[in-house]
């Protein structure tokens, strides 16, 4: 059976199990405001699956289960010279606090997305959105292996 293994944790893993890890970083800040953060998440294209596909699937799956999920924007563009989409949104937290969210689905050749959702209280994305600009251009890919 493969293992997980990272710095914190090993694990036995069935054979075929996909890795659908999480990675999340959130900034520090002062006792009860919102903490800016950045989720980066995997997932697999449908069979008959685009990237538009693909993230008009994801709008109407975080419309369903995130409270006041809107998009206010679209934009198509390149990560590391792969194909994204990305989506300015806004929705509510669980106290109904309003956050907003840039949403980029990033189409790897393996017909993999990654998925990088940045967060920050609505208020304050002036001040974290150069920032969060600055992390996703960051972003690069490692070539796909043959099968």
């Not at 990272?6 to 919102?34: K, L, M, T």
């Not at 924007?73 to 990305?86: L, Y």
């Not at 609505?122 to 969060?132: I, S």
């Amino acid at each position: 059976m493969p293992r997980h293994e990272d710095e914190h944790v090993r694990f036995d893993v069935p054979r075929r199990w996909e890795d659908r890890s999480v990675v999340a970083y959130a900034a520090p800040v002062e006792e009860g405001r919102v903490a800016p953060e950045v989720r980066v998440t995997r997932a697999r294209l449908a069979p008959d699956e685009d990237l538009e596909a693909f993230v008009r699937r994801q709008e109407r799956a975080r419309a369903a289960t995130e409270a006041g999920f809107t998009v206010h924007g679209r934009k198509r563009m390149e990560i590391d010279t792969r194909p994204a989409v990305t989506l300015a949104a806004t929705r509510r937290d669980e106290g109904g606090a309003r956050l907003a969210q840039r949403i980029t689905m990033v189409h790897l050749p393996d017909r993999h997305v990654v998925t990088v959702t940045m967060t920050a209280a609505h208020a304050d994305l002036g001040q974290w959105a150069p920032l969060f600009a600055r992390i996703l251009q960051s972003f690069t890919f490692r070539p796909v292996a043959p099968p």
